[in-house]
């Protein structure tokens, strides 16, 4: 079992910064490709980025490209979600998640991940 928790959301203006964290438990994080994803009202849940379990491997949706960066410390049983020139349009909730299978790939899809966090809050204010 994975236990994912994320922080570091909240009210930014447009063109800010934030760092979202999401902390795992469990020995075996290290080894499940890792994925962000997001949920703006009246919306469906979309992919962000992911990376895999090594590390390597990042993809990133078009539309957070050049913006984002996904990274993680396995170390700290961590991953990262860098948001530069933030926009209005990327308020939403955002979910860390975990692929439940290791040393897999990242996937953009959401079904294809095992493990969720309860997500965090980021508001962009324009």
């Known amino acids: 079992q994975v236990q994912l928790v994320e922080s570091g959301g909240g009210l930014v203006q447009a063109g800010g910064s934030l760092r979202l964290s999401c902390a795992a438990s469990?020995?075996?994080?290290?080894?499940?490709?890792m994925g962000w994803f997001r949920q703006a009202p009246g919306k469906e849940r979309e992919f962000v980025a992911y990376?895999?379990?090594?590390?390597?491997?990042?993809r990133y949706a078009d539309s957070v490209r050049g913006r984002f960066t996904i990274s993680r410390d396995n170390a700290k049983n961590t991953v990262y979600l860098q948001m530069n020139s933030l926009k209005p349009e990327d308020t939403a909730v955002y979910y860390c998640?975990?692929?439940?299978?290791?040393?897999?790939?990242?996937?953009?899809?959401?079904?294809?991940?095992?493990?969720w966090g309860q997500g965090t809050q980021v508001t962009v204010s324009s």
């Open positions: 998640a975990a692929r439940g299978q290791e040393y897999t790939g990242g996937s953009i899809f959401s079904r294809e991940y095992d493990y």
């Open positions: 469990g020995r075996t994080f290290r080894y499940y490709a």
């Open positions: 990376i895999g379990w090594s590390g390597s491997g990042a």
